[in-house]
């Protein structure tokens, strides 16, 4: 199983991104799709999650600026990262929980002027 994260970049403070992450190989099972985050000195934190039945879930950090979003047929998930901050910047690791836990590899986001 491997997950293939994208869409990570340098981006000026009020910008926008789109992180996507699929997954291939055998992956049974998965509810929840999600995203987390490491800044540098940091320990990994809950970005955004999305649930197979549509809930969804978000740091407090980022409420009203990400976006999650995904497709379970296509094992596929995305955030929508607008209005950045200096503050997102960290590497986004996306990942899929379900009879096993499954981690990509990360992606940088780099938000400076």
């Known amino acids: 199983v491997q997950l293939q994260a994208s869409g990570g970049g340098s981006v000026q403070p009020g910008g926008s991104l789109r992180l996507s992450c699929v997954a291939s190989?055998?992956?049974?099972?998965?509810?929840?799709m999600g995203w987390y985050r490491q800044a540098p000195g940091r320990q990994r934190e809950l970005v955004a999650t999305?649930?197979?039945?549509?809930?969804?879930n978000y740091a407090d950090s980022v409420k009203g600026r990400f976006t999650i979003s995904g497709d379970y047929a296509k094992n596929t998930v995305y955030l929508q990262m607008s209005s950045l901050k200096p503050e997102d910047t960290a590497v986004y690791y996306c990942?899929?929980?379900?009879?096993?836990?499954?981690w990509g590899q990360g992606t940088l986001v780099t938000v400076s002027s």
């Open positions: 990942t899929f929980i379900g009879r096993g836990v499954y």
């Open positions: 190989g055998s992956i049974v099972s998965i509810n929840v």
């Open positions: 999305i649930i197979r039945d549509g809930n969804t």
